[in-house]
């Protein structure tokens, strides 16, 4: 199945499985007409201490006076909660983490909490980061749950009787849910492995870019897109690491494993499926981000992102679970390990 093929396999799936979309229009539903979490007032401390530094000209004065202008508009919209949804492939896909609503909803003006400290800052994200990645692998591993059945559809239920189940069924159950924690755990480190990564490199990654732009503007430019790049091509080599544990019910040494040999053997249809998902998710997520905060018009852009963000995740879970029996090596024979 080609790149096509398994973008309409998602699709479908999720036509025949509409359920599937709760958790994602629910999230969009609670960042939109819930309370907010506000960092303006930490934010405002920043942007004075911007502006109280001494410039040496008059451009450099208007450029912080721009950069302070951004940075207080991005503290009125922005709303902490959104870190339920940071991480993309590994959150429940959300319209408005991405496009903030704005600071009114049709309920009239939310309950607004304001964060005024850094510990205050830290906390939140100690708890939101932990329950956005639990509620991701719900929704992540209901939607393997169904893409896992596309491969064998004749595949007979197991029925329960009025009594109750037998042992064997127990076991089975235990055995099963004993599988999704172990999963869930894998998920959780995993995360917490790019979470460490990203803490210890994006500041040497910000104090080498702002050296070299110090010294020369156009050097830095260039340095700040070859790191881009850079960093875009390692992320595609973990694009398929959690649908491989999620679905391959891998170990999270193989499905990294998988993932690089799938990214390396199979580089231009990843990339044609990673260009179209992008385009598609980013690009009617504009479109359904258009009205505006206050009106219920909005609810057609949870819904329609609700469904177009999931067949879209469906379609990489198709397109992993087509292409790794194809792999090199024992990829087939571990598929129960």
Known sequence: MGVIGCLTAGFEMVGRNLWLIILPVLLDLFLWLGPRLSVAPLLEGVVALLLAQPTSDQITARQIALFAQLVEQFGERFNLLSLLSALPLLNVPSLLARHAPGVVSPLGEPHVLVVTSVLTLIAWGVVLVPIGLLLGFLYLDSLACRVRAMRSPNEQ?????????????????????????????????????????????????MLLVGT???????????VWMFSMGLGSYISLHLLFVIPGVVLGERGLLRATWESVVLMHTRFPSVAGLVLLVMVIYEGLGYAWSLPPGDSWSLLVGVLGNGCIATGLTAAVFVFYQEWTGQLPGATQASART
Not at 173 to 198: C, D, E, N, T, Y
Not at 212 to 222: D, F, K, M
């Open 157 to 205: 239920e197991s029925a329960l009787s009025a009594d109750g189940t037998s042992a064997a069924e127990g076991t089975e159950q235990a055995l099963r849910l004993s599988g999704g924690v172990g999963k869930l755990i894998r998920v959780f480190l995993f995360a917490a492995g790019l979470l460490a990564a990203g803490m210890m490199l994006a500041p040497l990654w």
């Open 212 to 222: 070299v732009t110090a010294i020369a503007p156009s050097l830095g430019l260039l």
